[in-house]
């Protein structure tokens, strides 16, 4: 099936610092999206991306859609408290019934000290 | 709006129980969809109905879980009997067209003993 690898697992960070993580996969996809979940609650979209080499900005994250096409990436800067959470990557795929459907990362749990 | 509605926010049954969850989209949505999330699997796809129809149901583990959607306002998922890997947090989301932004309900943790 359609994997997602997303790294790294988990990061613990200092208020302020500047955090990177992505998701690589063998296949091709044409949306890349990402997510994010507090605890308790359900993942909420924060950048979604629809053309290879797309860069897009939401406040302090900037993601951006790999060239190949089995790649994305998303940058948090300037940390604060509440980028507190796990963020998953998905991207959309075609099942082998036709219809589409999102895969996911395992997440990125991520720690911000004060 | 208030959202994606699930009830309940946490189940705990026996091993070979029956169980029903729910859900109510978010109103004016034609797409709902019911995933499961494990530490093991992640998110996964169980399946999603468009305008109330089942378009797609090739993640739902087996025979023992069940999915309705009998108007546009609610959608249960049943698992019967229940068994302790059944044990995740079940989300679900809506969203207004195909391709659209998904908004997840808040899940409801399942715990089968």
């Known amino acids: 099936g359609q994997q997602l690898n997303q790294s790294p697992q988990s990061m613990f960070i200092q208020e302020g610092e500047d955090v990177s993580m992505n998701c690589t996969s063998s296949s091709i996809f044409n949306t890349w999206l990402w997510y994010k979940q507090d605890p308790g609650e359900g993942p909420v979209l924060l950048i979604a991306l629809y053309k290879a080499g797309e860069l897009t900005s939401n406040g302090r994250l900037t993601a951006q859609f790999g060239i190949t096409r089995k790649d994305s990436f998303l940058n948090i800067s300037a940390s604060i408290p509440s980028d507190v959470g796990i963020y998953f990557c998905?991207?959309?795929?075609?099942?082998?019934?036709?219809?589409?459907?999102?895969?996911f990362g395992k997440g990125t749990k991520l720690t911000v000290n004060p | 709006d208030a959202g994606v509605i699930q009830s309940p926010r946490h189940e705990v049954t026996e091993m070979g129980q029956e169980v029903t969850l729910r859900c109510k989209p978010i109103?004016?949505?034609?797409?709902l969809f019911w995933y499961r999330q494990t530490m093991m699997r992640g998110l996964e796809l169980l399946i999603y109905f468009n305008n109330n129809v089942p378009i797609d149901d090739s993640g739902m583990p087996e025979d023992r879980f069940s999915a309705k959607m009998p108007n546009a306002s609610f959608s249960t998922l049943k698992i019967q009997p229940s068994e302790p890997r059944d044990s995740a947090v079940y989300f679900c989301?809506?969203?207004?067209?195909?391709?659209?932004?998904?908004?997840f309900g808040p899940g409801t943790r399942l715990t089968v003993l």
């Open positions: 109103s004016g949505h034609d797409y």
């Open positions: 998905a991207a959309r795929t075609i099942t082998q019934g036709g219809s589409e459907k999102l895969v």
């Open positions: 989301a809506s969203s207004e067209t195909r391709f659209g932004e998904q908004f």
